[in-house]
């Protein structure tokens, strides 16, 4: 069955440092998508980045990027120059494209910034 | 671009009381889901809509829940007869296709 790994409960950065955030996925699909959102302490979820399985590219979208290693099946998020606003927990889901559309989510990482 | 918008964002109800939510989605979006989320944990994915039509469910959604998408617009989710395990953040999305799903608020339900 699908599942999304995420090891770290908690993470510690300081303003302007870059942080990974773990994420492993186990799926028998050769074609899926791996998510990263955004969820601050008021509740909202917001959508980061995407990868599709057939990108030979790694995805960036502006301090987000995420370091897609088939092989290994991780999808890690990587966020640089750290800001306050980043402090949030951080989820990671994956779609399997034959399995329908529903996202199957990682129970999440809480990211604290200091300055 | 007016984003997922979910109502009530709280609801407080004693257990056995039916309660309904309501999720209006991005207006072009033709895809609307519904996940829950209990405290701690990332979102469970719950039912699915395309358009009008409920095209999947989770073993998650027991006969006490009930979602509908009357004319392919905005969403109901039902929960008859709440039990204290329905108390969680309950979760609307809605995407165009295979793009990513972009979320509301979120409705938060407390059994008492």
């Known amino acids: 069955a699908q599942k999304i790994t995420q090891t770290q409960p908690g993470m510690f950065v300081q303003e302007k440092e870059a942080v990974t955030l773990d994420c492993t996925y186990d799926t028998s699909d050769q074609s899926y998508g791996l998510f990263w959102y955004k969820q601050p302490s008021s509740g909202e979820m917001i959508f980061l980045i995407y990868?599709?399985?057939?990108?030979?590219q790694n995805a960036t979208e502006g301090r987000y990027s995420l370091n897609f290693q088939k092989a290994r099946k991780s999808a890690n998020l990587v966020i640089s120059a750290s800001q306050l606003g980043d402090s949030a927990m951080y989820f990671c889901a994956m779609r399997e494209n034959q399995a329908g559309t529903a996202l199957i989510f990682g129970k999440g990482t809480t990211l604290s910034v200091s300055s | 671009d007016t984003g997922v918008s979910q109502d009530p964002r709280h609801k407080i109800t004693k257990r056995g009381q039916n309660v309904t939510f309501r999720c209006d989605p991005i207006?072009?979006?033709?895809?609307l889901y519904w996940y829950r989320q209990t405290l701690g944990q990332g979102p469970e994915f719950l039912t699915y809509f395309q358009n009008e039509a409920q095209l999947e469910k989770s073993r998650l959604l027991s006969d006490r829940f009930s979602a509908e998408r009357p004319k392919g617009s905005f969403s109901t989710l039902e929960i008859q007869r709440t039990e204290q395990g329905d108390s969680a953040m309950y979760l609307c999305?809605?995407?165009?296709?295979?793009?990513?799903?972009?979320f509301g608020d979120g409705t938060r339900l407390s059994i008492l």
């Open positions: 207006s072009e979006h033709n895809r």
């Open positions: 990868q599709g399985s057939y990108d030979e």
């Open positions: 999305a809605s995407s165009t296709g295979g793009r990513p799903q972009h």
